[in-house]
């Protein structure tokens, strides 16, 4: 099955920027990913797409302050102007097909202080 | 406004059955592709099982193949998951997902239910 690794926690002051890193497994180093963010007690949310040439479509109502990127097999969302509300927990999600199985995972999920 | 809602979640005995329903509104529900997905308390996120928007095309992870079912009824803007079996480890919130794309498989869940808690105990 592929993997999606990320970080276990970030952190970054109040106003400042951060940088997530979803990193595919080398063989769907190509790969789109979603990514999600979940507030305490929440349901996800959906944030943006992000594809291996670095462009990436955001959710609806998703504010100016986040933007992907990737280079490589790594994919990140980056949070500007950190506010309180963007302290949650960020999944990257890719969805495959292996021997002819469809299947989605999810990454383990960054968690998100803001200082 | 796209909404989702799910219910029928509640304490189950191991080897017990339950349906959720989710109940979308806001949108064109018969033209969406539509997911579950579930998370066990503390934990991350688990796709569980994609629909087709018309319900003839449907996948489901290894962890519930052959357990839970998933259908969908378009007059009824409703989306289903029978669970037959069920264990421990099925204790969880379960959200109901909409799917931003059209591709015959799960790829963008755009809209989220608030989830429901299924818990599998004696």
């Known amino acids: 099955l592929p993997v999606l690794t990320q970080p276990p926690s970030a952190s970054a002051l109040l106003g400042a920027s951060i940088k997530l890193t979803c990193t595919l497994s080398s063989e769907h180093s190509t790969y789109i990913i979603e990514w999600y963010q979940q507030r305490p007690g929440r349901s996800p949310q959906y944030i943006m797409r992000?594809?291996?040439?670095?462009?990436?479509i955001k959710g609806d109502g998703i504010p100016d302050r986040f933007m992907g990127s990737s280079s490589g097999a790594d994919r990140y969302v980056t949070i500007s102007n950190l506010q309180s509300d963007d302290e949650a927990e960020y999944y990257c999600g890719e969805s495959h097909t292996i021997d002819g199985q469809v299947g989605y995972v999810f990454g383990t999920g960054t968690t998100v202080t803001v200082l | 406004e796209v909404h989702l809602a799910e219910s029928g979640g509640g304490l189950v005995q191991p080897g017990g059955s339950l349906r959720l329903t989710c109940v979308a509104s806001?949108?064109?529900?018969?033209?969406?592709?539509m997911n579950w997905v579930r998370q066990a308390p503390g934990k991350g996120l688990e796709w569980l099982s994609y629909i087709s928007s018309g319900g003839t095309t449907i996948h489901y992870s290894d962890s519930v193949k052959g357990r839970f079912t998933i259908s969908r009824d378009n007059a009824r803007n409703s989306l289903y998951l029978q669970m037959n079996s069920l264990r421990a480890e099925d204790t969880a919130f379960y959200y109901c997902?909409?799917?931003?794309?059209?591709?015959?498989?799960?790829?963008?869940?755009?809209?989220w239910g608030q989830g429901t808690l299924v818990t599998v105990s004696s």
């Open positions: 997902a909409r799917d931003q794309n059209n591709y015959g498989s799960p790829q963008r869940f755009d809209y």
């Open positions: 806001g949108f064109t529900f018969s033209s969406y592709e």
């Open positions: 992000v594809k291996s040439d670095g462009s990436y």
